[in-house]
């Protein structure tokens, strides 16, 4: 079996299992989940979800945050974690979207790289969950574990697995892969123990084959 229709099996079963994709962050609108994401590194997503919450009861408009002072963002934000880089990059992107983009979050990649605190990561995640239809691949720690361990890639350079990806999966694919892989990384295929007998794809990973 080539990796191609490894890759077609293993999405399959994830999206029987998982479900539909989707990011775990809760959000209304396209700013909305621009703030979740930038909040999300080093972060888990329960937490950031704890924290717009509140924080988008108070304030979730870039108009909101642009005229707040950067100490205020960082009480709201605090226990995220890197709080005083996150609440910096809360307000540049916030003026830089009201300025640039006419109060509204772009929607392509150059864009969406161009406003503060936002890189491919966050801007693929954005896009992908808006439109479905992300101009590149997520690679996270989930993503990066699981797409060594499965055997699609063999390197821990995230800029290198999503260029290898890029290169042969399908981009119907490139908001799946990604969710699913999340999904099963934190389900069954964890960090510090794969529960290989338990995991539904095991006859399409390197491990099997
Ligand atoms: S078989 Fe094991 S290593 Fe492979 S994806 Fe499943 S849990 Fe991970």
Not at 5 to 33: C, D, H
Not at 158 to 180: A, G, H, Q, S
Request: glycine share 6%.
């Amino acid at each position: 079996m080539n990796r191609r229709e490894r890759l077609e099996n293993i999405i399959a079963i994830l999206k029987k299992e998982y479900g539909e994709s989707k990011v775990m962050l809760n959000y209304n609108t396209p700013f909305e989940l621009l703030i979740a994401v930038i909040l999300s590194a080093q972060c888990t997503d329960k937490r950031v979800n704890m924290v717009t919450k509140e924080m988008y009861k108070i304030v979730n408009t870039p108009e909101g945050f642009a005229n707040m002072e950067v100490e205020e963002i960082e009480k709201l934000i605090k226990s995220t974690g890197f709080y005083r880089n996150k609440a910096k990059n809360i307000k540049q992107c916030s003026i830089d979207i009201i300025e640039k983009y006419d109060g509204k979050v772009p929607m392509n990649m150059d864009d969406l790289i161009n406003l503060a605190g936002v890189g491919r990561k966050t801007a693929n995640v954005v896009m992908g969950d808006i439109t479905k239809e992300p101009e590149g691949i997520v690679v996270d720690t989930h993503v990066k574990r699981l797409s060594n361990r499965i055997g699609f890639v063999k390197t821990n350079n995230p800029i290198i697995i999503e260029r290898e990806l890029m290169k042969w999966v399908p981009k119907k694919y490139w908001f799946d892969y990604p969710n699913l892989l999340i999904r099963h990384g934190r389900a069954i295929c964890k960090a510090r123990k794969a529960e290989c007998n338990k995991c539904g794809i095991n006859e399409y990973c390197k491990k099997n084959i």
